[in-house]
């Protein structure tokens, strides 16, 4: 079981919205910046939004972040079909003293 | 371009020993601090282990301590993993990935490409 909990799967149309919730406890989103993760099939891990909403360079605009309280929402717009992948949230656990993840959402673009 | 390469993983009997190395290139190593993150077949991220910038704080994930330890060679540029006393549920890619900060939160990028670790007999 992920300390942080996201939905296993997801899905929507091409072109279509589609949003994956994170969720946590006050010891990790309460009190910490969240990061999201894409990861390609057969590929590593990729940051694709860090500090809760923030878009390293080269990720559109398409994708999004927000935090509120205990939860974190990722959202994609314009959905396409290279988008299909596992999605992950992460974060500092002060309890833990240690990372955590969620456990990953697969998307799948119908 | 920045850059991390995994290597040293295979197959090991349980009980068994393994170093991985990660080498690094395209940014000053010795500014950053580390991680190693696993991946089970099929499954979720999990975080392993943690480095500092110096070496000199360390943290590891409850499943690992005592067997894991994680090292570095600021002047190779290389981070690393000694897992001993290896069991079947270890057995998983193990990413390594940098820390990027900000002056209140963490986040991993670049991971390397993996490197695939196999605990059976």
């Known amino acids: 079981q992920s300390v942080l909990t996201q939905p296993p799967s997801v899905s929507a149309a091409p072109g279509q919205k589609v949003t994956i919730s994170c969720s946590g406890s006050?010891?990790?989103?309460?009190?910490?910046?969240v990061s999201w993760y894409q990861q390609l099939p057969g590929t590593a891990p990729k940051l694709l939004i860090f500090?809760?909403?923030k878009r390293p360079s080269g990720i559109p605009d398409r994708f999004s972040g927000s935090k509120s309280g205990t939860s974190a929402t990722l959202g994609i717009t314009g959905l396409q079909t290279g988008d299909e992948a596992d999605y992950y949230c992460g974060t500092w656990d002060s309890s833990l003293s240690g990372w955590v993840f969620g456990g990953g959402t697969k998307l799948t673009v119908l | 371009e920045v850059q991390l390469v995994e290597s040293g993983g295979g197959l090991v009997q349980p009980g068994g020993s393994l170093r991985l190395s990660c080498g690094a290139s395209?940014?000053?190593?010795?500014?950053?601090?580390m991680n190693w993150v696993r991946q089970a077949p099929g499954k979720g991220l999990e975080w392993v282990s943690y480095?500092?910038?110096?070496?000199?704080?360390?943290y590891y994930a409850d499943s690992v301590k005592g067997r894991f330890t994680i090292s570095r060679d600021n002047a190779k540029n290389s981070l690393y993993l000694q897992m001993n006393s290896l069991r079947a549920e270890d057995t998983a890619v193990y990413y390594c990935?940098?820390?990027?900060?900000?002056?209140?939160?963490?986040?991993?990028?670049?991971w390397g490409q993996g490197t695939l670790v196999t605990v059976s007999s």
């Open positions: 480095i500092s910038s110096s070496g000199s704080t360390i």
């Open positions: 990935a940098r820390v990027r900060h900000s002056t209140s939160s963490d986040w991993f990028d670049p």
């Open positions: 395209g940014f000053t190593f010795r500014s950053f601090e």
């Open positions: 006050s010891s990790n989103i309460g009190n910490n910046y």
């Open positions: 500090e809760n909403n």
